[in-house]
């Protein structure tokens, strides 16, 4: 190549880099009129929709954003959307906003703090998009713990009911029981958090929505206990809180309910909740061994008195007369009045063998009538006397003033 022709070539490419420089130079100072702008005519009087637009533009002609820049135009934003009264502009803002959030996290400078609020947005869409917001509303409950705000939990829930209420088969029975897990996770939080009872109430209101009866619980039981953890701890409070939403469905006489209480019980075998989950599902005889230990284990007053009250009843009903007469004179507090009908109806299942004689035997009745009165069962008394000592009866016994009961140690006037 001849040298006029090379220094041709040089010229021409010393020119092209030249203007490429004065380009990227004159870039430069556009990008930093748009953020200078920004700053300016936009965060310093509060004007939002200036900032936005004037960071907006910066990320365009600078090509992108350094991380103090992003943050500004991703709160601007926000504020723009929260201060925005119409609901069109509003929708429209939030659609910026998260596809701002969708290039803060392409370039690096996104932060996961920014999760609970991300996955809010998705839901104030014109067409909202539940499955986005849905995953930025579990990551972000999961790494806040009790500091979720309240309004978070219950539009994440919500927002779990969306999914499952679009589903369909077995995608809708997995969200089916994602809605019943993340119920205990986010009561859990509720109540560590102490927030307001009416956050609790308004999940509970979206299970239902879900969970209409026992049938359409009941049948997730069996993969429930399948499937639970293998750490004891998580798994027994996984029983309890399932045991609770049974309960809370009236589903407790059903063979699901048993199942779970016997897992609880091997897990736990001297729970005192464990054993009142079992006691439902066994005999009286059964039962009462449980309900013993209950007792003993007992350290509140008013819970031992119930248990002592539920325990005659048991006695009652497998035939254990003597035993339950002896603990239903022994129960206390409000529950005096109800031991005592229980041993009032002892001493009359037991009448007929009690005593050497006919007459004698009567004379029972009229002890269950004492009782029975005592209780406040003025009826049953009524109906006792009924069946003691007619004044006939009376006459041919020489009108006894009093007879001892031998199997109870009380006498008794059976002819006033």
Same mark, same amino acid.
């Given at each position: 190549?001849?040298?006029?022709?090379?220094?041709?070539?040089?010229?021409?490419?010393?020119?092209?880099?030249?203007?490429?420089?004065?380009?990227?130079?004159?870039?430069?100072?556009?990008?930093?009129?748009?953020?200078?702008?920004?700053?300016?005519?936009?965060?310093?009087?509060?004007?939002?929709?200036?900032?936005?637009?004037?960071?907006?533009?910066?990320?365009?002609?600078?090509?992108?954003?350094?991380?103090?820049?992003?943050?500004?135009?991703?709160?601007?934003?926000?504020?723009?959307?929260?201060?925005?009264?119409?609901?069109?502009?509003?929708?429209?803002?939030?659609?910026?906003?998260?596809?701002?959030?969708?290039?803060?996290?392409?370039?690096?400078?996104?932060?996961?703090?920014?999760?609970?609020?991300?996955?809010?947005?998705?839901?104030?869409?014109?067409?909202?998009?539940?499955?986005?917001?849905?995953? #930025?509303?579990?990551?972000?409950?999961?790494?806040?713990?009790?500091?979720?705000?309240?309004?978070?939990?219950?539009?994440?829930?919500?927002?779990?009911?969306?999914? #499952?209420?679009?589903?369909?088969?077995?995608?809708?029975?997995?969200?089916?029981?994602?809605?019943?897990?993340?119920?205990?996770?986010?009561?859990?939080?509720?109540?560590?958090?102490?927030?307001?009872?009416?956050?609790?109430?308004?999940?509970?209101?979206?299970?239902?929505?879900?969970?209409?009866?026992?049938?359409?619980?009941?049948?997730?039981?069996?993969?429930?206990?399948?499937?639970?953890?293998?750490?004891?701890?998580?798994?027994?409070?996984?029983?309890?809180?399932?045991?609770?939403?049974?309960?809370?469905?009236?589903?407790?006489?059903?063979?699901?309910?048993?199942?779970?209480?016997?897992?609880?019980?091997?897990?736990?075998?001297?729970?005192?909740?464990?054993?009142?989950?079992?006691?439902?599902?066994?005999?009286?005889?059964?039962?009462?061994?449980?309900?013993?230990?209950?007792?003993?284990?007992?350290?509140?007053?008013?819970?031992?008195?119930?248990?002592?009250?539920?325990?005659?009843?048991?006695?009652?009903?497998?035939?254990?007369?003597?035993?339950?007469?002896?603990?239903?004179?022994?129960?206390?507090?409000?529950?005096?009045?109800?031991?005592?009908?229980?041993?009032?109806?002892?001493?009359?299942?037991?009448?007929?063998?009690?005593?050497?004689?006919?007459?004698?035997?009567?004379?029972?009745?009229?002890?269950?009538?004492?009782?029975?009165?005592?209780?406040?069962?003025?009826?049953?008394?009524?109906?006792?006397?009924?069946?003691?000592?007619?004044?006939?009866?009376?006459?041919?016994?020489?009108?006894?003033?009093?007879?001892?009961?031998?199997?109870?140690?009380?006498?008794?006037?059976?002819?006033?």
């Amino acid at each position: 190549m001849k040298f006029g022709k090379l220094l041709l070539v040089g010229a021409a490419a010393f020119l092209t880099f030249a203007a490429s420089a004065q380009d990227d130079d004159e870039q430069k100072r556009e990008c930093d009129r748009m953020r200078l702008f920004a700053g300016e005519k936009g965060l310093k009087v509060e004007d939002y929709k200036t900032a936005s637009m004037y960071l907006l533009k910066a990320e365009t002609i600078c090509g992108s954003l350094d991380k103090d820049n992003w943050d500004r135009l991703i709160g601007s934003l926000k504020n723009v959307v929260y201060e925005e009264t119409d609901e069109a502009a509003k929708k429209l803002y939030a659609d910026t906003l998260i596809k701002a959030y969708d290039r803060q996290e392409a370039a690096g400078f996104y932060s996961q703090t920014e999760d609970l609020q991300r996955g809010g947005y998705y839901m104030m869409l014109e067409t909202p998009d539940a499955a986005k917001a849905d995953f #930025y509303f579990q990551r972000g409950i999961e790494a806040a713990g009790t500091e979720t705000d309240e309004a978070y939990l219950v539009n994440a829930y919500y927002t779990t009911y969306l999914l #499952y209420y679009g589903a369909q088969g077995e995608e809708q029975e997995k969200l089916k029981q994602r809605m019943i897990d993340d119920y205990f996770r986010y009561s859990e939080i509720i109540a560590k958090a102490g927030m307001t009872p009416q956050t609790q109430e308004t999940l509970t209101t979206y299970l239902q929505y879900a969970i209409q009866s026992c049938e359409a619980l009941l049948p997730m039981i069996p993969n429930y206990i399948t499937n639970l953890p293998e750490d004891k701890e998580t798994a027994v409070s996984g029983i309890r809180n399932m045991i609770g939403l049974l309960e809370q469905y009236g589903c407790t006489d059903t063979e699901e309910h048993e199942s779970l209480a016997i897992v609880w019980m091997e897990l736990e075998p001297e729970s005192p909740d464990a054993i009142a989950a079992m006691l439902i599902h066994l005999s009286p005889s059964k039962a009462i061994p449980l309900i013993t230990t209950l007792i003993d284990n007992a350290t509140d007053a008013d819970e031992k008195a119930g248990l002592i009250y539920q325990k005659a009843v048991l006695q009652l009903k497998a035939g254990q007369y003597k035993a339950a007469y002896a603990t239903g004179k022994s129960c206390t507090g409000k529950y005096s009045a109800d031991g005592l009908y229980i041993a009032a109806k002892a001493v009359a299942a037991t009448a007929n063998g009690c005593g050497d004689t006919t007459f004698e035997r009567k004379c029972n009745f009229i002890y269950a009538a004492q009782l029975a009165e005592q209780a406040g069962q003025g009826g049953a008394a009524a109906s006792y006397r009924a069946s003691g000592p007619t004044s006939q009866d009376c006459f041919t016994e020489n009108s006894p003033t009093s007879v001892t009961l031998t199997c109870w140690g009380v006498t008794v006037n059976p002819c006033p």
